[in-house]
């Protein structure tokens, strides 16, 4: 090398400040890769760099312009770091999710922190909120906008008519954590389990029990049979209430309902008619009946208080024939005659007399009966 090259070489400096002469090259093995002093001595080897040493190079390396790259760096890291911070509403939940799996739920509210993305992330969710599911209509808000779902509306009941219902379910998180990973779609799931509980439990109730008096009982089994699916998914999903809003007969079968129920009526009204006949006539029956018993009674003891005195009577006469057979025999045919003749019309006949024949008579009882009509008699 030319004594012109060394001056030229004299003057270069490598990147990190120093000077270029051949005595400062990185190639040789006293220096270090940046051209200082390799040090020497126990507890250093002396085929790797010191690290002091870099750093002592990296800092005067970030001297001037290098210093704000440096600056950026650890703001954005301070951001980075920030991200993880979050806050949690009164009434929500926090799932903090790392790499995708579960590690925490925070209920309480207030301030809380985790790792920040990608490392972790937090979903928030309201579980205090009271959700709602339609089912037979779907509506915007107002009572306009209702509009009638036939493929959901229309059931069959037990006693195969078929009912148009419209119902509205009111639900709200339990568990959190189950609502989030152990359903896919909360929403529609809930709705699908809603829909089969209403027909379970429509198909097993009479059309009359729904549309009137039973609505309630209906609507109190639909919310059991959903929250038993419900708990059985274990989707963490309360069921709060269930609104019959509207239960009525199909537009197509409505004539023939009426019909129905006119029968209905007429065979209510019909009952009626019989019960008060019926309550009418019972009572003077049972008093009939009475009546009939009391007579017959009287009778019996009538008869038999006859037949006892008869009894005794011809007992009395029979001691006393016994007694005078002849006096008793002449009473008889005495008290006999008497009865026979007293009964009869008498006509007396006189065979003795000079004139043979019937002679006229004048019966002086009639004569008593009969008042006088002639005034000549009367005189």
């Given amino acids: 090398m030319t004594g012109n090259d060394n001056q030229k070489n004299s003057g270069k400096r490598n990147p990190w400040g120093q000077s270029g002469s051949d005595d400062l090259t990185p190639n040789r093995p006293d220096r270090g890769p940046w051209g200082a002093p390799r040090p020497t001595g126990p507890g250093h080897d002396d085929g790797m760099p010191d690290f002091q040493e870099f750093l002592n190079q990296a800092r005067n390396m970030f001297s001037g312009g290098g210093r704000l790259v440096a600056m950026l760096l650890l703001l954005g890291l301070a951001i980075w770091l920030g991200s993880g911070i979050y806050r949690v509403q009164p009434g929500e939940n926090a799932a903090i999710k790392r790499f995708g799996d579960l590690v925490r739920v925070q209920k309480q509210a207030g301030i809380g922190y985790h790792l920040p993305w990608p490392v972790e992330t937090v979903n928030k969710i309201n579980v205090t909120m009271d959700r709602r599911v339609q089912i037979g209509f779907s509506d915007t808000g107002s009572s306009s906008s209702r509009r009638d779902l036939s493929d959901e509306s229309l059931m069959l009941t037990a006693?195969?008519?078929?009912?148009?219902?419209?119902?509205?379910?009111?639900?709200?998180?339990?568990?959190?954590?189950?609502?989030?990973?152990?359903?896919?779609?909360?929403?529609?799931?809930?709705?699908?389990?809603a829909?089969?509980?209403?027909?379970?439990?429509?198909?097993?109730?009479?059309?009359?029990?729904?549309?009137?008096?039973?609505?309630?009982?209906?609507?109190?089994?639909?919310?059991?049979?959903?929250?038993?699916?419900?708990?059985?998914?274990?989707?963490g999903v309360a069921v709060n209430q269930v609104l019959i809003l509207e239960a009525t007969?199909?537009?197509?079968?409505?004539?023939?309902?009426?019909?129905?129920?006119?029968?209905?009526?007429d065979a209510e009204r019909?009952?009626?008619?019989?019960?008060?006949?019926?309550n009418d006539i019972l009572p003077k029956a049972r008093g009939?009946?009475?009546?009939?018993?009391?007579?017959?009674?009287?009778?019996?003891?009538d008869v038999v208080a006859r037949s006892k005195g008869d009894a005794q009577r011809f007992t009395e006469i029979l001691a006393?024939?016994?007694s005078g057979k002849d006096v008793t025999r002449d009473r008889f045919y005495i008290e006999t005659m008497e009865q026979i003749l007293g009964r009869a019309n008498r006509m007396i006949i006189d065979q003795d007399g000079s004139n043979h024949g019937v002679v006229p008579y004048m019966s002086l009882d009639n004569l008593k009966r009969q008042p006088a009509t002639d005034n000549s008699l009367s005189q």
């Fill in 320 to 322: 006393g024939y016994r």
């Fill in 195 to 235: 829909e089969s509980a209403i027909r379970e439990e429509v198909g097993q109730t009479r059309l009359q029990s729904i549309i009137t008096e039973g609505r309630n009982d209906v609507a109190t089994r639909i919310r059991k049979t959903m929250q038993g699916i419900l708990d059985s998914y274990e989707s």
């Fill in 159 to 193: 006693d195969a008519n078929i009912v148009d219902i419209d119902v509205v379910i009111l639900w709200n998180i339990s568990e959190s954590e189950k609502y989030m990973f152990n359903i896919r779609d909360p929403e529609s799931t809930i709705k699908h389990v």
């Fill in 249 to 265: 007969v199909h537009p197509d079968v409505i004539e023939a309902y009426n019909d129905v129920a006119a029968a209905r009526q």
């Fill in 288 to 301: 009939e009946a009475i009546k009939m018993e009391q007579d017959a009674e009287a009778y019996a003891q």
């Fill in 270 to 278: 019909f009952q009626n008619e019989a019960m008060i006949y019926r």
